[in-house]
């Protein structure tokens, strides 16, 4: 049964940086794409990055692009979401989780394993 924990959240200033991991277990990176999403109360989840089978291809939502780098371990069965550049906007609960493929719009719907989510607070 797949299976998908975050880890990495917490609390940083507005210009700060974290990095948040997602391990995997039950597949292999090499046949999934991982996606990130995050969601803040009353607004639906937004999908942020992705990455496909064996890391061959990376999106960005358009709020993130040249702040977060998404990357993938296949040796630890981990995939990162590094956020540089920080802002208040960034504030939510981020998920990561598990599909065939990872295309240009990342669509909550598509995924369908998901890991319970680490909270992200960006506030001075």
């Not at 277990?25 to 969601?39: P, T, V």
């Not at 890391?55 to 630890?76: L, Q």
């Not at 956020?83 to 719009?105: H, I, Q």
Request: proline share 4%.
């Amino acid at each position: 049964q797949p299976h998908l924990v975050e880890s990495g959240g917490g609390l940083v200033q507005p210009g700060g940086s974290l990095r948040l991991s997602c391990a995997v277990s039950g597949f292999s990176l090499e046949y999934r794409a991982i996606g990130w999403f995050r969601q803040v109360p009353g607004k639906e989840r937004e999908g942020v990055s992705c990455i496909g089978p064996s890391g061959g291809t990376t999106n960005y939502a358009d709020s993130v692009k040249g702040r977060f780098t998404i990357s993938g371990d296949k040796a630890k069965n981990t995939v990162y979401l590094q956020m540089n550049s920080l802002k208040p906007e960034d504030t939510a609960v981020y998920y990561c989780a598990a599909e065939f493929r990872c295309v240009g719009n990342i669509n909550q719907y598509e995924y369908v394993y998901w890991g319970q989510g680490t909270q992200v607070t960006v506030s001075s």
